[in-house]
């Protein structure tokens, strides 16, 4: 069993920045990706930025040169990075991970961005 704890989520305004963290904890996670999904309302979850293993990082065109993602392995913790925030980067933000275990979602952290 994988838990992921998410922390960094608020209201900012648009040009602001926020950091998003999300810590997986549990036994022998052996993880291969850790990556972050968003939902805004009445739309479908949509992947924003996934980093693998040893891999370089993919990033949706829509936060290309906002967002940065990254992971410290030695604590088993994602990081996203969002500068020059927009309204539409509004939404609940979902940090998951894929593992030998299976994969795995955070709760989710709201972040709302006013212009």
């Known amino acids: 069993q994988v838990q992921l704890v998410e922390s960094g989520g608020g209201l900012v305004q648009a040009g ?60 088993n913790t994602v990081y996203l990075q969002m500068n020059s925030l927009k309204p539409e980067d509004t939404a609940v933000y979902y940090c998951g991970v894929t593992s030998r275990l299976g994969r795995y979602w955070g709760q989710g952290t709201q972040v709302t961005v006013s212009s």
């Open 16 to 75: 602001g920045s926020l950091r998003l963290s999300c810590a997986a904890s549990g036994s022998s996670l052996s993880i291969y990706v850790m990556d972050w999904y968003r939902q805004a309302p009445g739309k479908q979850r949509e992947l924003v930025a996934a980093i693998a293993t040893g891999g370089t990082p993919n990033y949706a065109n829509s936060v290309k040169g906002r967002f940065t993602i990254s992971r410290d392995n030695a604590k």
